[in-house]
Each structure stands twice: as structure tokens, then as C-alpha cells.
T-cell receptor, first 114, second 115 residues
């Protein structure tokens, strides 16, 4: 398995500002993912973050709004830019690990935009 | 595109009883992986069990087991001897190596275990 931490655990932000979420893993992993979970909903993939290359974004998510960095094999950041109340969600990072392609998740960041 | 359907938005079960959560999926792939995740109120996503599509034998993890029916594209989760700590949202998820290893989740089933 993997131990994953996220910072901050929660935040309340004003419309128009940006927030950077950090994800730290206790071991080196090739693939990291960022998901969004809107209130009462399931998880939706935002992007895949691979070290040494640009993130791959899913339909409906763009780099200008959700820039991602992946400077090494244990760390990634997701920025939510120019926030609006519709961005209020839980943001989760996950890592791919294990022979069975298991994904392990961080504890999530609960973002509220006012 | 792959879709994952969980047709039971909410379920409840009494402590010590057995409950089965349903999941169906649609794919044209032959090699894929299926997962059940648990999300308690703490919101931490916890991997419960996984199944490789090429394996005929159903996966089991202690009180959790699956009924994998590949032809029917069905992947149900059985929880035996339910405990109060099993109260959570349960998400069924699908993954293929051809789609970048990302998880495609169902909408979830909210399970309440009552005393």
C-alpha cells in the first residue's frame, strides 16, 4: 500500500482566488492522479500526473484552470485557479501501486468557495 | 467508453447480517480490473477488494467477497457479519490498462448498518 498526505485538509476561499493543494507519498510512484468529488457525488478524474511530462487532462478540465506540477516521484500539486462557488468540492490525489494496479487515495482536501 | 452502474443509491442492514451491493459495467475490453472502495464519513477512500477480469475465481477479503460474472458484466460485493463500522458509501470502480489506469467510478451506494 502507500501512505499519502494532502495539504491543506480543508480551506475556505474567496471567489477569484487560487489554491494549491499538495500531495505527498511515502514511496516513489510513477503514476499519480487527481480526482474531484462534488458534494454528494462520485469521483471524477481531473488529470493524470506523470513525473517528467505534462499532465494529461480529462475532457472538461483544462490546464489553465487546474495546473498540475509533478517535480519528483513522491510529490504533486494541483492548483485550482480563479475559483468560483462551483469549484467547491473535495479534491483527492491517488497513486497507482501494486501488481494488481491498486490505487491508494489521500485523505482529500475539502474546498469551499464563497 | 466504459460505464459503471450502481443501481442501489441507499441500503441498510442490521448488524451481523449479510448484505449485497450491486454493480454492473459496460466495456468492450477483455482485460480489465474491478474494485470496490469504501468511503466513510471521514471521506478517506479505502480499497476494499479487487478482481482481475482474467481470473475466474471470486476475490475474498475477510468478511468481504465479490460475485464476478464476466459474461453478465456484473460485480457485486457481499458483506458478511455486518458491523457498525461498515457504514459508509461504497463505490464500484473499473480500470483498464488501455485507458491510462484511471478509475471510472459508479455513483455509489450509501450503506447504513443498524444495531
Amino acid at each position: 500500500s502507500a501512505v499519502i498526505s494532502q495539504k491543506p485538509s480543508r480551506d475556505i476561499c474567496q471567489r477569484g482566488t487560487s489554491l494549491t493543494i499538495q500531495c505527498q507519498v511515502d514511496s516513489q510512484v510513477t503514476m499519480m492522479f487527481w480526482y474531484r468529488q462534488q458534494p454528494g457525488q462520485s469521483l471524477t478524474l481531473i488529470a493524470t500526473a506523470n513525473q517528467g511530462s505534462e499532465a494529461t487532462y480529462e475532457s472538461g478540465f483544462v490546464i489553465d484552470k487546474f495546473p498540475i506540477s509533478r517535480p519528483n516521484l513522491t510529490f504533486s500539486t494541483l492548483t485550482v485557479s480563479n475559483m468560483s462557488p462551483e469549484d467547491s468540492s473535495i479534491y483527492l490525489c491517488s497513486v497507482l501501486k501494486g501488481v494488481g494496479y491498486e490505487q491508494y487515495f489521500g485523505p482529500g482536501t475539502r474546498l469551499t468557495v464563497t | 467508453a466504459q460505464t459503471v452502474t450502481q443501481s442501489q443509491p441507499e441500503m441498510s442492514v442490521q448488524e451481523a447480517e449479510t448484505v449485497t451491493l450491486s454493480c454492473t459495467y459496460d466495456t468492450s475490453e477483455n482485460n480489465y480490473y474491478l474494485f470496490w472502495y469504501k468511503q466513510p464519513p471521514s471521506r478517506q477512500m479505502i480499497l476494499v477488494i479487487r478482481q482481475e477480469a482474467y481470473k475466474q475465481q471470486n476475490a475474498t477479503e475477510n468478511r468481504f467477497s465479490v460475485n464476478f460474472q464476466k459474461a453478465a458484466k456484473s460485480f457485486s460485493l457481499k458483506i458478511s457479519d455486518s458491523q457498525l463500522g461498515d457504514t459508509a458509501m461504497y463505490f464500484c470502480a473499473f480500470m483498464t490498462t488501455n485507458s491510462g489506469y484511471a478509475l471510472n467510478f459508479g455513483k455509489g451506494t450509501s450503506l447504513l448498518v443498524t444495531p
